[in-house]
T-cell receptor, first 111, second 117 residues
Framework: QKEVEQDPGPLSVPEGAIVSLNCTYSNSAFQYFMWYRQYSRKGPELLMY????GNKEDGRFTAQVDKSSKYISLFIRDSQPSDSATYLC???????????FGTGTRLKVLA | DTGVSQDPRHKITKRGQNVTFRCDPISEHNRLYWYRQTLGQGPEFLTY????????KSRLLSDRFSAERPKGSFSTLEIQRTEQGDSAMYLC???????????????FGPGTRLTVL
């Protein structure tokens, strides 16, 4: 079993929809959680960073961490065709800088 | 451009050859990471530097792989005796020192795409 599981998609939604992207993990020691967006043949771009549990909002993006369920989510409101990309979750624990990434979810926002 | 830069962007080599990649992190970022990413997968951690010290290495980093960051600024990743299985995108990321638990961000470069024939 992988430490971080992420549905690869593709996930297709109409423009303006609310998108929900999720990751589950097995290591209860994980405390630092990040979401990245990656366009084809480009490096990942940091979207959201969350420490421990709770919610964090930045513009159209909201990140949620539920440590009791070992589940993290990224919500995108008013999705745009330019949001079409692969979304990666990443996480790590204290005492290491080895981040574990999910496989990524491909999102397509249809105009 | 003040982002992370990597050179070359693309490298095609024959099996058995040695290759070296360079990463220039964001100025004053003292932490630097190397990752490998294959098609349809997320980045896999290879190694981590804090300044010039290599503090963590993945078991993925076989003895054919070596990374250096001699002056705590740019870094190089060398692969000796390349194999077809080494074909991947090699990504570099940098981050500033973790001042508080609530701040920790990695900024990625565009990657070097390696193709081993």
């Amino acid at each position: 079993q992988k430490e971080v599981e992420q549905d690869p998609g593709p996930l297709s939604v109409p423009e303006g929809a609310i998108v929900s992207l999720n990751c589950t993990y097995s290591n209860s020691a994980f405390q630092y959680f990040m979401w990245y967006r990656q366009y084809s043949r480009k490096g990942p771009e940091l979207l959201m960073y969350t420490y421990s549990s709770g919610n964090k909002e930045d513009g159209r993006f909201t990140a949620q961490v539920d440590k009791s369920s070992k589940y993290i989510s990224l919500f995108i409101r008013d999705s745009q065709p330019s949001d079409s990309a692969t979304y990666l979750c990443a996480m790590t624990r204290s005492g290491t800088y080895k981040y574990i990434f999910g496989t990524g979810t491909r999102l397509k926002v249809l105009a | 451009d003040t982002g992370v830069s990597q050179d070359p962007r693309h490298k095609i080599t024959k099996r058995g050859q040695n290759v070296t990649f360079r990463c220039d992190p964001i100025s004053e970022h003292n932490r630097l990471y190397w990752y490998r990413q294959t098609l349809g997968q997320g980045p896999e951690f290879l190694t981590y530097f804090q300044n010039e010290a290599q503090l963590e290495k993945s078991r993925l980093l076989s003895d054919r792989f070596s990374a250096e960051r001699p002056k705590g600024s740019f870094s190089t990743l060398e692969i000796q005796r390349t194999e077809q299985g080494d074909s991947a995108m090699y990504l570099c990321a940098s981050s500033p020192i973790r001042l508080a638990a609530t701040t920790d961000t990695q900024y990625f470069g565009p990657g070097t795409r390696l193709t081993v024939l």
